[in-house]
Structure formats: structure tokens, C-alpha cells
């Protein structure tokens, strides 16, 4: 079983539409959760950042993480062509980074 | 935000060569920098762990010595790939971690292709 688990999509929406990904782990010590996006032949650009259970909002962007259910979630409000990327859960213990496969997203005109 | 600076981008080499790839960060200190790889279609290999002043510490099944880390200062570390082969070929990623600080900044990675 890999540490973290992602569904690779692809995931295709509407403009405008609101965007889930998601995340599941199995280790509980991850004790960081971030998102990033990455888009084709190019370096991830961190997007959120939480370290708590909970939600945390950022303009169009919510990360939300239930450590219970060992579950993360990153939801895109009004997405938007220029959305259209990989986007990549990570998590982090004692300063060893765990990277979920990607999800790609496309986000249709 | 911190920048982490990669080059070069893009190289494209004959077999039996070698070819290096410097990582920067641009605007912080990083102790410690990463070193990825990245196949079509998957997430990121972590290849090695470089930390400043010190031997990198490399993942399982990776060879040190056609993969030379060097992280000679708080700012640069260079990945050198020996005597490359076409199987070498791949998208390879650093990034930085700032001192006392738990995020993990990107560089733009460096697609190799070995003829």
C-alpha cells in the first residue's frame, strides 16, 4: 500500500465550476499537508500549505484536512482554464516528503 | 515567496557524457535540498537528500556514483549525472528547504535527453 494515494484523473470541468481533489494516507504521523500544481515540463509551485485538522482558505483555493479519517482535500472555487495543471498532495514527517501521484485537472472554456 | 532557481532547463547530450545541474535559492538559505526525478505521467522520485557541508544521503536504488551531489553552500547544490545513457533520460526536479521552516520550494526542473 503507497503511503499516500491519489487518484490520477483526469478530471474535466466547465469553467466556473467548483473542483474537488483529494487525498488519502495511511501513515499518522504525517504531521504537514501541502498542495501543489505543476504544469506540463515544469517545477511544482506550492499552492497551500496546513498543518492542523480543518479548513484553510486561500482566494479561490481551500485545503481542507481530517487527520481522523486521514483524508485532504483541496477544493477550487470558479475554476478557470488557466487552473488546468497536475496537482499534487504532499505530506511531510520528520522531514521526509510523501508525494500522491497527481491528479490532472483540465479545465474546459 | 522563495525562489528556487534551476538550470539549465532543458539539455540535450551525447552517451558517455556527463552533464551538471545547478539548483539556487535565490532569496533564502537552504540547509537542506532535494533532489527528484520525474517519469511522463508520475509523481516525483526522490532520488537524494542534500544537506550543506555535509555527503548527500541517497534513496535506495540509486546510484551515487553516476548521481554526484555536491551542496557546497547554503544557496547551490549541483547534480551531476556521469557518463549519461539513454536511460538516463528523464525530467530530474530540485528544491529547498528553508532553515526552521517546514515548506519544500520547487525549481523549474531540467528535462535530459541522452542520444
Known amino acids: 500500500q503507497k503511503e499516500v494515494e491519489q487518484d490520477p484523473g483526469p478530471l474535466s470541468v466547465p469553467e466556473g465550476a467548483i473542483v474537488s481533489l483529494n487525498c488519502t494516507y495511511s501513515?499518522?504521523?504525517?504531521?504537514?499537508f501541502m498542495w501543489y500544481r505543476q504544469y506540463s515540463r515544469k517545477g511544482p509551485e506550492l499552492l497551500m500549505y496546513?498543518?492542523?485538522?480543518g479548513n484553510k482558505e486561500d482566494g479561490r483555493f481551500t485545503a481542507q484536512v481530517d487527520k481522523s479519517s486521514k483524508y485532504i482535500s483541496l477544493f477550487i472555487r470558479d475554476s478557470q482554464p488557466s487552473d488546468s495543471a497536475t496537482y499534487l498532495c504532499?505530506?511531510?514527517?520528520?522531514?521526509?516528503?510523501?508525494f500522491g501521484s497527481g491528479t490532472k485537472l483540465n479545465v474546459k472554456p | 515567496g522563495a525562489v528556487v532557481s534551476q538550470h539549465p532547463s532543458r539539455v540535450i547530450c551525447k552517451s558517455g557524457t556527463s552533464v551538471k545541474i545547478e539548483c539556487r535559492s535565490l532569496?533564502?538559505?537552504?540547509?537542506?535540498m532535494f533532489w527528484y526525478r520525474q517519469f511522463p505521467k508520475q509523481s516525483l522520485m526522490l532520488m537524494a537528500t542534500?544537506?550543506?557541508?555535509?555527503?548527500?544521503?541517497?534513496e535506495q536504488g540509486v546510484e551515487k556514483d553516476k548521481f554526484l551531489i555536491n551542496h557546497a553552500s547554503l544557496t547551490l547544490s549541483t547534480l551531476t549525472v556521469t557518463s549519461a545513457h539513454p536511460e538516463d533520460s528523464s525530467f530530474y526536479i530540485c528544491?529547498?528547504?528553508?532553515?526552521?521552516?517546514?515548506?519544500?520550494?520547487f525549481g523549474s526542473g531540467t528535462q535530459l535527453s541522452v542520444l
Open positions: 528544491s529547498a528547504q528553508r532553515d526552521r521552516d517546514e515548506k519544500l520550494f
Open positions: 501513515n499518522s504521523a504525517f504531521q504537514y
Open positions: 496546513t498543518y492542523s485538522s
Open positions: 504532499a505530506m511531510r514527517s520528520f522531514n521526509k516528503f510523501y
Open positions: 532569496d533564502f538559505q537552504a540547509t537542506t
Open positions: 542534500s544537506n550543506e557541508g555535509s555527503k548527500a544521503t541517497y
